[in-house]
């Protein structure tokens, strides 16, 4: 088990509340497309994890992660493209991908 087990999950728009859930379980459904990570919804997954201090954090704070400043972690290099043209999007990510 990871030191960092948690993440959250938002349903709907950014705006909508926020829930606790098992990051990698969480992760490894929407990579998936497992039926019960809904994937034909709206949905937003923290792209970092946090320890248990997070979660009594989130819960003692009327369900809000802001202001939390303990540590987190994140198992994987994640960046946003966000070129509407395609090859320009595929060129891009090639090039940040390969530092050239």
């Known amino acids: 088990m990871t030191a960092y087990p948690y993440g959250f999950l938002v349903r709907g728009a950014a705006d909508e509340p926020r829930r606790v859930v098992d990051a990698r379980r969480a992760f490894a459904a929407f990579c998936g497309c497992d039926p019960n990570a809904k994937v034909e919804e709206q949905s937003f997954l923290s792209a970092f994890w946090f320890g248990r201090d997070f979660r009594d954090y989130f819960e003692s704070n ?5 202001g939390f400043s303990g540590f987190c972690w994140q198992p ?11 090859d320009q999007a595929l060129t891009d990510a090639r090039r940040l991908a390969t530092c050239s």
């Open 62 to 66: 009327c369900g809000t992660e802001k």
């Open 76 to 86: 994987f290099v994640l960046w946003d493209n966000d070129c509407h043209e395609l």
